[in-house]
């Protein structure tokens, strides 16, 4: 433990994670607000000229193994690297992984993709464990704190990466706003190396086992997985960029979508079946069964930010303001400002509501959570009925859209961790962790598919696919939180004292 502090009464290497986290996610939300776009972008516009479905399936798998990665990569820091080095090496992928998306060649983007996937799945579940390592066990309300202002630089790079790399990405030159994207995350390793010294110990070294031949064993299998892994990875790349084998997004995405569907299908019952429950706690990995459903549907809808949304702000909405075009992919930073703006306001609600009796438990949250997600998509359903005979309806719509949707991530997204680590019995705490992920996984590759519907040609020719396709997830999500409101109270009597 460091004994330096901050001016706020905290560990001074929360400021050195602060700004890496912020610089990791000036990263993510750049790709997140410009990928799409050059996917389906002309050639002649510095694009890659795809189709809507392979486009959007491309994005969805890149979303998609950004989580999925996390399970891994917070295993290996746990194992071989230390959570500190994790952090850096998983930086230093994602910076050459932007370096490599620069390059105006397709075979190179992707495999940038590849690499900066790498890199996410190393850095972003290992930085947050080394902040909860910065405080004693004794020190939970000031931990508690800490990571509320860990999690304001999360929205402060979601905030400001749409803007910078947006503005470049589409007015310059799409390769320059990856290029930007990448130089923020180098920002952010220089000056984790130069102040990392505020970490003390934390996270230095990987959980070591008693006996050290059983450990150099552990460590020599490891090394051994990697290499293979390594060498896997570099020959389908090869065979994929000399056209041996044909990837084919769409067949990849369909693919990985049933196996995340059947691996947490037989993940829950093998615990429900194998591992040694009571049956209070078989009911409360059943409660963690629904709540993953319901929270894959939910990212499977809010994840659109990044994909039909930011497709409709593109193509179908009137972006003036004064005179002026707005940038469609400024749009994706309308959701961290909402979030700033309304964490206070809700932390005041829900501190009001126990005072006065009024707890709404988990279900009832993540059921108004869906229902306000498909308020959101009402109203975009709503702005899309005006397309056609060459009207866009007024940018405002997304707006609103976006305003109802983080309402909705604000009733579900804090309970959803936090739940996990309530419902979940001791020995399984991380394995429902990563669940939590994969539900989020899960989501994120629907989100991309679902964008795939927004044929630009198919729309043209009968605009009314468009509000079909919102209106068909506004019925979808509102039914979906409608019954789980109305399931609350079973779901409670399975959750036991949790609530």
Same mark, same amino acid.
């Given at each position: 433990m460091s004994a330096e502090k901050t001016f706020f009464g905290h560990p001074r290497g929360l400021a050195t994670l602060f700004f890496t986290e912020m610089w990791e996610r000036f990263s993510y939300y750049g790709m997140r607000a410009l990928l799409l776009l050059f996917l389906v972008d002309t050639v002649e516009n510095g694009g890659l000229g795809l189709d809507e479905k392979n486009g959007a399936a491309i994005y969805g798998l890149y979303t998609m193994f950004v989580y999925l990665l996390a399970l891994p990569g917070g295993w290996l820091a746990d194992n071989f690297f230390g959570q500190r080095k994790a952090v850096f090496i998983g930086g230093c992928f994602i910076t050459v992984g932007h370096i490599f998306l620069m390059i105006p060649q397709p075979q190179t983007f992707f495999l940038g993709l590849v690499i900066v996937v790498l890199g996410v799945g190393l850095l972003k579940p290992n930085i947050s464990g080394i902040v909860g390592g910065l405080y004693p066990a004794t020190e939970q309300t000031k931990r508690d704190a800490g990571f509320s202002i860990f999690y304001m630089g999360i929205n402060l790079g979601a905030f400001i990466a749409p803007l910078i790399t947006g503005y470049i990405g589409e007015q310059i030159a799409w390769n320059y706003g990856f290029g930007v994207a990448g130089l923020g995350m180098g920002l952010g390793l220089i000056q984790y190396k130069l102040t990392e010294k505020h970490l003390g110990d934390v996270g230095l070294e990987p959980n070591r086992l008693e006996d050290p031949v059983k450990q150099a064993r552990r460590d020599k299998n490891i090394k051994i997985s990697l290499i293979i892994f390594v060498l896997v990875l570099i020959? *389908?790349?090869?065979?994929?960029?000399?056209?041996?084998?044909?990837?084919?997004?769409? /067949?990849? $995405?369909?693919? +990985?979508? *049933?196996? /995340?569907?059947?691996? @947490?299908?037989?993940?829950?019952? =093998?615990?429900? *079946?194998? &591992?040694?429950?009571?049956? &209070? &706690?078989? #009911? #409360?990995?059943?409660?963690?069964?629904?709540?993953?459903?319901?929270? $894959?549907?939910?990212?499977?809808?809010?994840?659109? $930010?990044? +994909? +039909?949304?930011?497709?409709?702000?593109?193509? =179908?909405?009137?972006?003036?303001?004064?005179?002026?075009e707005i940038p469609a992919s400024w749009f994706q930073s309308v959701n961290s400002i909402f979030i700033i703006a309304l964490s206070p306001v809700f932390a005041w609600l829900w501190i009001t509501l126990a005072k006065r009796n009024v707890v709404l438990g988990t279900p009832l949250k993540f059921g108004w959570g869906l229902i306000f997600l498909g308020l959101g998509f009402a109203a975009v359903a709503l702005a899309s009925q005006s397309i056609g005979g060459g009207s866009k309806p007024i940018w405002l719509w997304l707006i609103l859209t976006y305003f109802l949707h983080t309402v909705g991530e604000l009733f579900l997204s804090p309970v959803g961790l936090s739940a996990m680590t309530k419902l979940a019995p001791k020995k399984l705490?991380?394995?429902?962790?990563?669940?939590?992920?994969? +539900?989020?996984?899960?989501?994120?590759?629907? @989100?991309?598919?679902? $964008?795939? &519907?927004?044929?630009?040609?198919?729309?043209? @020719?009968n605009p009314q696919l468009m509000p079909d396709l919102f209106w068909f997830i506004v019925k979808t999500t509102v039914i979906s939180g409608v019954v789980l409101i109305l399931l609350s109270n079973q779901i409670k009597k399975l959750m036991g004292n949790i609530r």
């Open positions: 020959s *389908v790349l090869i065979l994929s960029f000399t056209e041996v084998i044909v990837f084919n997004p769409l /067949i990849v $995405a369909g693919i +990985s979508g *049933v196996v /995340i569907f059947i691996t @947490a299908t037989l993940f829950f019952l =093998y615990v429900l *079946v194998f &591992e040694k429950l009571t049956p &209070e &706690e078989k #009911k #409360k990995i059943i409660v963690i069964g629904i709540l993953f459903i319901f929270s $894959a549907l939910f990212w499977s809808g809010f994840e659109q $930010a990044g +994909s +039909s949304l930011n497709l409709f702000a593109k193509r =179908y909405s009137d972006r003036m303001f004064f005179g002026w705490v991380g394995q429902m962790m990563g669940m939590w992920f994969m +539900s989020t996984a899960f989501g994120n590759l629907i @989100a991309g598919l679902m $964008a795939g &519907e927004m044929d630009d040609s198919l729309i043209e @020719a």
